[in-house]
Nanobody, 121 residues
Framework: DVQLVESGGGSVQAGSSLRLSCVASGYHFPSYCIGWFRQVPGTEREGVAAIDDDGEVTLADSVKGRFTISQDNGVKSLQLQMNSLKLEDTATYYC????????????????WGHGTQVTVS
């Protein structure tokens, strides 16, 4: 079974940095689209950053210049480096992975972690 486990969340002050990590088991790295999403209760889930089948990186406009996504194929992990955090970055962050080529739309990801909370004050 594929499992994605996020870590690295926490409560920080605005302007601080956090580094989220997602460790995958039962999933081959590099493989298909893999990325980070976030959600605030009562709102729709938002795509934050992703690496597609060809290794191309996509970042949401709201995080460009502040967040960086990377993957470590050796340890099968996906990272999200978050700098200059803002109040509006407060959310639960989820790691997600696709199970086939081209499945890069938010609703096409098959595997999801349980999330890690990021709170910026």
């Amino acid at each position: 079974d594929v499992q994605l486990v996020e870590s690295g969340g926490g409560s920080v002050q605005a302007g601080s940095s956090l580094r989220l990590s997602c460790v995958a088991s039962g999933y081959h790295f590099p493989s298909y689209c893999i990325g980070w999403f976030r959600q605030v209760p009562g709102t729709e889930r938002e795509g934050v950053a992703a690496i597609d089948d060809d290794g191309e990186v996509t970042l949401a406009d709201s995080v460009k210049g502040r967040f960086t996504i990377s993957q470590d194929n050796g340890v099968k992990s996906l990272q999200l480096q978050m700098n200059s955090l803002k109040l509006e970055d407060t959310a639960t962050y989820y790691c997600a992975a696709a199970d086939r080529l081209g499945a890069c739309g938010q609703n096409e990801y098959t595997y999801w972690g349980h999330g890690t909370q990021v709170t910026v004050s």
